[in-house]
C-alpha cells in the first residue's frame, strides 16, 4: 500500500508563511498528479492546488499569487509554499496523491493524508 505523510502547519499571524510537505511512501510503481486540499470547519473539502508529473499545475482562485505547489519527483514528495496568509486560510490541510500501485499487477488509487492543521490569527 502508500502512505502520504504531511508536515509543516502550525500557527501563524496573519501576513506570514509556512511551507507543508507531504512525502509518499510505499508500492509506488509512479504517481500521476499531487495535490493539497483544505477543509474549514462547516465547511466542504476543496481543492487548493494540484500538481501533475511534468509539472502544470492549478490553484483554486482563493490562493492564486500566495501559494505555491511544487514537487521532487525523486523524493515522491509535494510542497505547498503558502505566503500572505489570511485567517481565512484556517483548515486542515490534506494531501492527496493519484498513484500507480504495484500489487499483483499495477492499479490505479487515490491516497489522502491525514491532515495537518494551519491557524492563522488575525
Known amino acids: 500500500q502508500v502512505q502520504l505523510v504531511e508536515s509543516g502547519g502550525g500557527l501563524v499571524q496573519a501576513g506570514g508563511s509556512l511551507r507543508l510537505s507531504c512525502a509518499a511512501s510505499?508500492?509506488?510503481?509512479?504517481?500521476?498528479?499531487m495535490g493539497w486540499y483544505r477543509q474549514a470547519p462547516g465547511n466542504d473539502r476543496e481543492l487548493v492546488a494540484r500538481i501533475m508529473s511534468v509539472g502544470s499545475t492549478n490553484y483554486a482562485d482563493a490562493v492564486k499569487g500566495r501559494f505555491t505547489i511544487s514537487r521532487d519527483n525523486a523524493k515522491n514528495t509535494v510542497y505547498l509554499q503558502m505566503n500572505s496568509l489570511k485567517p481565512e486560510d484556517t483548515a486542515v490541510y490534506y494531501c492527496?496523491?493519484?498513484?500507480?500501485?504495484?500489487?499483483?499487477?499495477?492499479?490505479?488509487?487515490?491516497?489522502w493524508g491525514q491532515g495537518t492543521q494551519v491557524t492563522v490569527s488575525s
Open positions: 510505499g508500492s509506488i510503481v509512479s504517481i500521476s498528479h
Open positions: 492527496e496523491a493519484n498513484v500507480g500501485v504495484r500489487g499483483v499487477g499495477t492499479y490505479l488509487a487515490r491516497f
